[in-house]
């Protein structure tokens, strides 16, 4: 069993920034990919970024530019960069984990609980 624990969430104006990490722990040392979902009011849970055990990343489209996921392997940690933030990147962020390669669009092995990023005007 692998735990996921996030943190850095938070209530922030559009423009600003936050990171967000996750903290693995457990049974990982075949884990691959690590990323990081969303789910906002109302919508289904969308995957944002992930990236590998050697460091290759995915963000969605409407990202990019503007988040930067990376890895510190030795601390079993990934963080989510998040900068000019505006109000649709206002949701709950999850952490995720598997095996493979790659994250699947609305599945990982495994879960962390969550955290409440806030985006007001």
């Known amino acids: 069993q692998v735990q996921l624990v996030e943190s850095g969430g938070g209530l922030v104006q559009a423009g600003e920034s936050l990171r967000l990490a996750c903290a693995a722990s457990?049974?990982?040392?075949?884990?691959?990919?690590m990323g990081w979902y969303r789910q906002a009011p109302g919508k289904q849970r969308e995957l944002v970024a992930f990236?590998?055990?050697?460091?290759?990343?995915y963000y969605k489209d409407s990202v990019k530019g503007r988040f930067t996921i990376s890895r510190d392997n030795a601390k079993n940690t990934v963080y989510l960069q998040m900068n000019s933030l505006n109000l649709e990147d206002t949701a709950v962020y999850y952490c995720?984990?598997?095996?493979?390669?790659?994250?699947?669009?609305?599945?990982?092995?495994?879960w962390g609980q969550g955290t409440q990023v806030t985006v007001s005007s």
């Open positions: 990236i590998t055990s050697d460091h290759s990343t």
């Open positions: 995720a984990a598997d095996y493979s390669p790659t994250l699947m669009s609305d599945y990982a092995d495994y």
């Open positions: 457990g049974s990982i040392a075949k884990i691959n990919a």
